[in-house]
Each structure stands twice: as structure tokens, then as C-alpha cells.
């Protein structure tokens, strides 16, 4: 499991096949994480209650009985910002990205690494899509990604630059 946390933008991806993305809401303790693509078929509103042991963040499940533990990847968290699309959702934390989108039948959530000019996708729900890149190009409030369709841009957060 790989979760890449925006400002309230986020890309999780869980394995094969699974993986969400959405934005981060904040209500007292409870944390929902409402999805936007989401790979599996609805089930419970996903929510959990946070706080730090040490470096690890716990998660409490609210509608469901489970405990995760994340841990923070060392690196820089700057630059950090996200954009929200019709479909899905592009989200940059460091020398990190996270991109999910669905059209028609058609989806993904991926997290990758940027170098350079160079996005690479390291982590995807479909694995064929590792070790692929992402071309992204922000032009008059749209996105488009390795020349594809171009997005609207619906909601944006941070200083957005490529």
C-alpha cells in the first residue's frame, strides 16, 4: 500500500486492481477520505480517526474495524499541490506524484517518481503501467497528460507548476 497525501488531494494505491483517489476532509477527529476514482465498488463511507505514535500515523477505522500504520517517506514535501478534474486527480508532494482518472471503462491510480522533466510510475493498480511515463502539460485551466484528452481543471491547491 502506497498513500500520497496532498494538501487534501490523495492517490492510494493497495495492490492489483486497487486504488482510489479524492480529497482529505477533516471533521474533529474524524478524517473521511472521499473518493473521486476509486477502482472497487462503493462500500462503506471511508473514514478513520488519526494520531501519532512516534514517527507512525495510526489510522482507526470509524465504519469498519481496522488499525493501518503509515509511515512517512523521508524527502522533501515541497513543492505540494493537487489538482481536482472532472475524472480524476493529479497530486505532487516533492519528487512525488500520484495520478488516478477514470473514462468510460477505463482507470488507474498510479504513484510515481519525478526527476528532471521525467514522471515515472512506479506503483500502479495496473501493473502495466509501471515503468511508464507521465507527460503532463497545464495549458488555459485544462490538463492534458501524454497528449491525450484534455481535462478541466476543476479545483487546484498549492502553487501548481510542472
Keep these: 500500500m502506497v498513500w500520497l497525501q496532498g494538501l487534501s488531494f490523495f492517490v492510494d494505491v493497495r495492490g492489483p486492481g486497487e486504488g ?6 477533516q471533521r474533529l477527529d474524524v478524517f473521511e477520505w472521499n473518493r473521486l476514482v ?3 465498488p462503493p ?3 471511508d473514514a478513520g480517526r488519526m494520531s501519532w505514535a512516534d514517527d507512525v500515523l495510526v489510522e482507526v477505522g ?4 481496522y ?10 514535501v515541497e513543492p505540494c499541490w493537487g489538482l481536482r478534474l472532472s475524472s480524476a486527480v493529479l497530486v505532487r508532494v516533492g519528487h512525488r506524484f500520484g495520478w488516478a482518472w477514470r473514462r468510460s471503462d477505463d482507470a488507474d491510480v498510479s504513484i ?7 514522471w515515472l510510475i512506479t506503483v500502479s493498480a495496473d501493473a502495466s503501467r509501471v515503468g511508464t511515463t507521465l507527460r503532463p502539460e497545464l495549458t488555459s485551466g485544462q490538463l492534458r497528460v501524454n497528449d491525450d484528452i484534455a481535462w478541466e481543471i476543476e479545483e487546484s491547491e498549492g502553487s501548481v507548476t510542472l
Excluded at 488499525?67 to 522533501?76: A, F, K, V
Design 20 to 25: 482510489f483517489a479524492g480529497q482529505l476532509d
Design 38 to 40: 476509486d477502482l472497487q
Design 43 to 45: 462500500g462503506l463511507p
Design 62 to 65: 470509524v465504519h469498519a474495524d
Design 67 to 76: 488499525t493501518e500504520h503509515w509511515e512517512r517517506d523521508p524527502g522533501s
Design 112 to 118: 510515481g517518481e519525478i526527476d528532471g522533466t521525467d
